[in-house]
C-alpha cells in the first residue's frame, strides 16, 4: 500500500512559476513509475510528466521546456517545477506512482493560472 499526498497548488500569475509535491509513504527506490497528470475542468485527463527509477524523464509537448519532473529520494518526494505559467495550464494536477505492478493516486492539488 502506498499513500500519496500532493502540495505546493494554488493560484498563480500568468508568467508565474509554481513547485508541486507528491510525497510518497514508501521509498522512491521502491516505485517503477511516477508520473504527474492534470485534468482541467471538461477535458480528459493528460500525462504532463513521467521520471523513471533509472531519471529518464517525459514531457507532454504542451509543457516542454517549462516544466521539470524531479526525483527527490531524501524526501521522497517526486517534484513538478512549474514554469512560464500560462492559463491554460489551470487544473487539478494527481501524481500516480506503480508500487509492485499496482498504480497507486494521490488526491490531487488546484493549480489555477490568472491571465
Do not use: H
Amino acid at each position: 500500500q502506498v499513500q500519496l499526498v500532493e502540495s505546493g497548488g494554488g493560484l498563480v500569475q500568468a508568467g508565474g512559476s509554481r513547485r508541486l509535491s507528491c510525497q510518497s509513504s514508501v521509498s522512491l527506490f521502491s516505485l517503477s513509475a511516477m508520473n504527474w497528470y492534470r485534468q482541467a475542468p471538461g477535458k480528459q485527463r493528460e500525462l504532463v510528466a513521467r521520471v523513471t527509477t533509472g531519471g529518464t524523464t517525459d514531457y507532454a509537448d504542451s509543457v516542454k521546456g517549462r516544466f521539470t519532473i524531479s526525483r527527490e529520494n531524501v524526501k521522497n518526494s517526486v517534484d513538478l517545477q512549474m514554469s512560464s505559467l500560462k492559463p491554460e495550464d489551470t487544473a487539478v494536477y494527481s501524481c500516480k506512482v506503480v508500487f509492485v505492478g499496482k498504480s497507486y493516486w494521490g488526491e490531487g492539488t488546484q493549480v489555477t493560472v490568472a491571465s
